[in-house]
T-cell receptor, first 116, second 112 residues
Framework: GAGVSQSPSNKVTEKGKDVELRCDPI?????LYWYRQRLGQGLEFLIY????????KSGLPSDRFSAERTGESVSTLTIQRTQQEDSAVYLC??????????????FGSGTQLSVL | GQNIDQPTEMTATEGAIVQINCTYQ??????LFWYQQHAGEAPTFLSY????GLEEKGRFSSFLSRSKGYSYLLLKELQMKDSASYLC?????????????FGRGTQLTVWP
């Protein structure tokens, strides 16, 4: 596709339910990030995939959060047993390569998650 | 983590010039990015600096001093549409798996 695609764009769920968010990066992009952004706040790093290297999971807030990526393609972020504090916009971004301006990120439009 | 500081809010009037500062502390520095984020939208890339000096792109310029751990984004001839959050992001190459660290963003409001 022409850009980073995220689905769904909006997700409303009940506390305690599991949710799965999907990200399709730009074709050929080796790096993929997940960020969380609460209303009026900055970007909170969650996880980073780079090629076939082990992902950097240092930003995941709890063991309820997990993410996978298939090769250099689709990624899914799973939140188990959702809590109201998980309500936020979840942004996915990809970049062409490591190093230099090629590392600039292209963001998807995000998934607005609301936990009732 | 990496310490990245930028002011929380700034205001300016249409037609004016505004400078948004960003300071950082990191080892393995490998470039600094500025992004613009309008309310309710995803961030979009504005500029990239890896060497000291000024990079100019139309109304927007970005400056970097690696020795001082300092960058600024300069916006000239401000327009109402420039009201947005401006994010400073530092690329860290301290390990084999480098990544971008974002500041909290500076909310710029442009008044008529």
């Amino acid at each position: 596709g022409a850009g980073v695609s995220q689905s769904p764009s909006n997700k409303v769920t009940e506390k305690g339910k599991d949710v799965e968010l999907r990200c399709d990066p730009i074709s050929g992009h080796t790096a993929l990030y997940w960020y969380r952004q609460r209303l009026g706040q900055g970007l909170e790093f969650l996880i980073y995939f780079q090629g076939n290297s082990a992902p950097d999971k240092s930003g995941l807030p709890s063991d309820r959060f997990s993410a996978e990526r298939t090769g250099e393609s689709v990624s899914t972020l799973t939140i188990q047993r959702t809590q109201q504090e998980d309500s936020a916009v979840y942004l996915c971004a990809s970049s062409l390569e490591v190093g230099g301006e090629g590392e600039k990120l292209f963001f998807g439009s995000g998934t607005q998650l609301s936990v009732l | 983590g990496q310490n990245i500081d930028q002011p929380t809010e700034m205001t300016a009037t249409e037609g004016a010039i505004v400078q948004i500062n960003c300071t950082y502390q990191t080892s393995g520095f490998n470039g600094l990015f500025w992004y613009q984020q309008h309310a309710g939208e995803a961030p979009t890339f504005l500029s990239y600096n890896v060497l000291d000096g000024l990079e100019e792109k139309g109304r927007f310029s970005s400056f970097l001093s690696r020795s001082k751990g300092y960058s600024y984004l300069l916006l000239k001839e401000l327009q109402m549409k420039d009201s947005a959050s401006y994010l400073c992001a530092v690329c860290h190459r301290g390990s084999t798996l480098g990544r971008l660290y974002f500041g909290r963003g500076t909310q710029l409001t442009v008044w008529p």
